[in-house]
Every structure is written in C-alpha cells, then in structure tokens.
C-alpha cells in the first residue's frame, strides 16, 4: 500500500469516526439508543478505530524504526495485532449485546 | 545611511515564531493523545469482552470509565485529538490560510477544556 493511501485511510476514517463515537457516548449517557443501532454502531466504531489507529502507529514505528527488517517485522505485528482485536472484539461485542 | 526598521504588531492572534511553536506542540499533543487513545481502546475491547462472559466485572468497568478522573482524561484526550485532527486535515487539503490556523489552535485547546470540565462535571454533579 502506497504512502498515498496509508494517508487516505487515516484520514477518511479519522472523519467517519465522528458518528459511531458519537452515538456511543449518546448510547452509554443516556440508554436512549435501539440495541440492534448500538451493535451495529458499535462494531463500525472498532473496526474504524483499528483502522485509524494502525496507519497513525505505522507512522510512530517509521519515526523510531530505521528502514529495514525490524521496520518490516513492527509493521507486520501491527497488522496481525489490528485483525486479532477486530476479531476479539467483535466476538466480544455478540456475546455483550446478546 | 541610516537604517530603519519598522517593528509593527501582528494582526493575527499568534505571530510566525509563536504560531510555529505551537504548532508543534500542536503535533506533539496529537501523538502522545492518540498513543494513549490507542491503549485506551485496546483495553476497553479486553474489558467489554471480560463482562460479556462475567457480568460481575461489568460493575467494576462501569465504575472505572465513569471516574470523574478518567472521564476528564478520556475526554481531553478525545477531544483534543478530534479538534486537531479536523484542524489538521484543513490545513492538508489548502483550506485553511495560515492567519485561520492560528484560531483553530486556540478553537481546539479551547475546545478540548470545555469537553473535559463538562464531561467531569456531569459527572460530579
């Protein structure tokens, strides 16, 4: 994936994270929100935080990292740890909302 | 020949060297509150996946989240991110001039306090 889109990516789910934080925080202050609405909701919450935090990280990891096998193996980490916490937390989140 | 020099004061809310600076300081903040963000969102996956299978331990994260303590950081953190981070994407994409950076610097500290006084007084009152 090219620098371009690493930047597209974190950007684009930077913006549409405004929504589901949003109704998260309505949901838990006021338990005024649809369960099948907060699942939903709270499943694209984590899927954009993953995919918001890890091009932020990668840009951490290339700032401290110097180019080479190390840079590769953090990069590589990053993304299997990305789709281990996708897939835990949504396992989690069915067994929470039923 | 005599030299003149002109200092005259700035119309915008910041001057260059100041303005650089906290743009910095801008920068530095969005990383460390997104690091922190970052390990505040691993957790509480790990905490929500721990009450779904043991409802007991779903008092004890409610009371953890809902400190008045570690709301105020939570907020601040979130808030002060999201502020920047609209800020920042502006000034990417050439539609913030840099006399409008100055105000959103000051609109997202600003922004990021009164979130976090309220979200700690709601939860103190």
């Known amino acids: 994936m090219g620098e371009a889109a690493w930047w597209v990516l974190q950007r684009a789910t930077g913006v549409l994270l405004v929504l589901p934080v949003g109704i998260h925080l309505f949901a838990q202050a006021t338990g005024a929100v649809d369960l099948t609405v907060r699942f939903v909701s709270d499943l694209a919450l984590l899927v954009l935080v993953v995919l918001h935090s890890l091009p932020g990280l990668r840009t951490v990891v290339h700032d401290y990292v110097p180019d080479g096998r190390l840079r590769v193996l953090a990069e590589r980490l990053l993304l299997l740890g990305g789709a281990a916490l996708i897939g835990y937390g949504a396992w989690g989140l069915w067994k929470f909302f039923t | ?125």
């Open chain 2, 1 to 125: 020949m005599t030299l003149r020099f002109e200092v005259r004061r700035s119309a915008y809310p910041l001057s260059w060297p100041r303005l650089h600076r906290a743009g910095v300081w801008a920068r530095r903040l969005q990383r460390v509150s997104g690091l922190a963000l970052a390990a505040f969102a691993v957790w509480h996956v790990f905490q929500v996946v721990g009450a779904a299978h043991d409802r007991t331990r779903l008092a004890a994260m409610i009371s953890t989240l809902y400190h008045p303590a570690f709301i105020g950081l939570v907020f601040a953190a979130l808030g002060f991110h999201t502020l920047n981070g609209l800020r920042t994407i502006f000034l990417d994409l050439g539609l913030m001039s840099g006399r409008r950076q100055a105000g959103a610097i000051l609109f997202a500290a600003l922004g990021t306090v009164l979130l976090a006084a309220a979200a700690v007084v709601w939860r103190l009152r």
